[in-house]
């Protein structure tokens, strides 16, 4: 058994990143007129605030969807209510985890629309399940959407900025 180097899509190795000389395997994503990919020296316009408990899986989602928007991170739900609610910083949406230690995602979005400031903030749902019961369960909390986890990263993209575009 040979082992190679990882290569990008167009055959050059992968950029190095950090002194530990871990070579970093993101998809080379290219842009997308439907996605509205903004320019490469333009600030992006579209905040997004990722409630995710796991450290690791946000930061994967984050690294991923920064490409086409500003994606801050909050792994505890209950910080994300409160910066919400502050509106010290203006969020265009909220992805959201269902299954979190504290509070679950249905939770987070019942408590969101309690509060006057973060009521008016677009909610996505996602599982690693897609039961009709947790669909429902979304619609009636009036989530915008309930997205899967094994959606394609640019799937995920696509449904947020159409999201964002109403």
Known sequence: MSLRRP???????????????????RPQLHSDPVLGHPPPNDPRSRRI???????????LHQSMLEQWFDVA???NPLSALTILSSAKVVYDLVLCNVEMPEISGFD???R??????AKRVPVVLF???????HVIRAIQ???????PKTWPLADLARKISALLAR
């Open 7 to 25: 290569t990008s899509r167009s055959g050059a190795p992968p950029e190095r990143t950090g002194s530990s000389g871990i070579t970093a395997l």
């Open 49 to 59: 605030l990722l409630v995710e408990a796991d450290l690791a899986i946000a930061q």
């Open 73 to 75: 991170i909050e792994v």
């Open 108 to 110: 987070f979005v019942r």
């Open 112 to 117: 969101m629309k309690l509060d006057s400031v």
């Open 127 to 133: 599982n690693g399940e897609e039961e009709t019961a």
């Open 141 to 147: 909390l009036g989530v915008r959407h309930y997205i």
